[in-house]
């Protein structure tokens, strides 16, 4: 027994001494809501050791959950016992989201961990409360500096079935106009339904070269497979540059490489530059950006040419579990037949909520309109115009694991309006399946 335990015993025998001046038919032990006090009162005494003697003494079922488990997550922080302190928040959170200094621990545990992605989540969800004392909401920044600076390499993945109402993008239609006449469309030119597979990993890693200045590079996979080998799809993208690290920003110039195959067959091949960066405006609102250009040569009749993009988004804590999201986005494909070639525009708005239970429910719509450069005289005199809306909903558990992996299941509808009827559909589609990040 450690030199510690007799001042655990010295507040039980003050318990003890308090009930025994009460009525003659009260217990002499002390009760679960007793022994937590006194565990909370050693524990802000930073005796640890003393707190858990005296949490041991409360019998199974018995005081208030939320409590026990902030106490024994507590003394988890104070041992260094990350995992330990991790479930213990994670439990407390599960029940009711809404308690920004559970989730400030929670962070900070996950900190300690080198689990900086989940250390961030939670940093800047805690930041969207108003309420929050400024020296917590200082703390919380200078955690989110450091996790930016520190960084050095992370790993996601996912995994999933994903059912399709249109795998190929194509219209229910069975008859369209070409040259002016009526024609039908064979059935592989029309919408194909089917269920695949989504294998998706993603790893980066930086070289911290100083305390202002990082090289990064980033390399994900993804891929679809369907029963139908023509269906199957591979997306490889490749990222590598420096990363310039400000007060409040950042700048990443980087070498972007894209691949795309379709059925094993090369499809496009990509290669450009780009600039992108983070600007923490205040505590609870962030800006991103991205400008960029790159030359893509296609496998097929489109042949080569470039495209543009620009985009811009804005990320606002609201209130103690939640996050809305703002984008827009531009994007010019120039190719050798201007009829093929076509510039687009793109909003769109999602929120994020953290539920009881550890669930966490995420929704979105977006809105594209595109225009091409050219009529196609096989399709008539008209420039072909397209608008597109499509909407999401995600739910997941992220206090759900299976060796790191969390349960995730996400519906998506998206429907296409075009001068051409050709180019219309309608596509309902869902993922149902694990992601994990490490």
């Known amino acids: 027994m450690t030199m510690r335990i007799p001042l655990a015993l010295a507040l039980v025998c003050a318990l003890l001494a308090g009930l025994a001046g009460a009525q003659e038919d009260q217990p002499l032990a002390p009760t679960a809501e007793q022994l937590i006090e006194a565990a909370r009162a050693a524990l802000d005494a930073d005796e640890s050791d003393e707190a858990a003697f005296l949490l041991e003494g409360v019998k199974p079922g018995e005081g208030d959950a939320d409590d026990l488990d902030f106490l024994w997550g507590s003394i988890a922080l104070q041992r260094g016992e990350w995992p330990a302190a991790i479930a213990r928040f994670r439990a407390i959170l599960a029940r009711d989201p809404n308690l920004p200094r559970v989730r400030l621990d929670l962070a900070f545990a996950y900190f300690q ?178 400008v960029g250009g790159e030359h893509i040569a296609y496998e097929t009749f489109l042949g080569d ?75 008539g005199p008209d420039t072909r115009r397209d608008k597109t809306l499509a909407g999401w909903l995600r739910l997941s558990n992220r206090y759900v694991e299976w060796f790191g992996f969390m349960p995730e299941i996400t519906i998506r509808h998206e429907r296409r309006d075009s001068n051409l009827s050709l180019y219309d559909y309608d596509r309902t589609s869902g993922e149902f399946g694990v992601v994990a990040s490490f």
């Open 113 to 290: 961990a080198g689990r900086d992605r989940q250390a961030a989540y939670h940093f800047r969800l805690a930041l969207g409360d108003k309420d929050l004392p400024p020296v917590a909401r200082a703390k919380a920044l200078v955690f989110l500096d450091r996790i930016r600076r520190r960084k050095a390499w992370s790993v996601s993945g996912s995994l999933s079935l994903a059912p399709d109402t249109n795998i190929n993008q194509a219209t229910s239609a069975r008859q369209v106009s070409l040259f002016g006449l009526p024609a039908t469309l064979s059935d592989d030119a029309r919408q194909t339904s089917g269920v695949g597979l989504n294998v998706g990993v993603r790893g980066d890693y930086e070289w911290r070269l100083s305390e202002s200045l990082k090289f990064g590079t980033a390399v994900s996979l993804h891929t679809k497979t369907y029963e139908a080998d023509e269906y199957n799809q591979q997306f490889l993208n490749l990222q590598a540059g420096p990363r310039f690290l400000f007060r409040n920003f950042d700048l990443r110039p980087e070498l972007a490489a894209r691949a795309r195959w379709i059925d094993s067959d090369t499809y496009s091949r990509t290669l450009g530059l780009q600039l992108s960066g983070n600007w923490l405006i205040t505590p609870t609102w962030r800006l991103s950006a991205a």
């Open 305 to 379: 040419g470039d495209m543009y993009f620009g985009q811009l988004g804005v990320a606002h804590a609201l209130g103690r579990a939640t996050v809305m999201r703002a984008d827009a986005a531009f994007r010019r494909e120039d190719l050798d037949r201007a009829a093929y070639s076509w510039r687009e525009y793109v909003v769109g708005v999602s929120v994020t909520r953290e539920l009881p239970w550890g669930f966490v429910a995420a929704g979105g719509s977006n809105y594209g309109w595109r225009t091409y450069g050219a009529p196609l005289l096989v399709y």
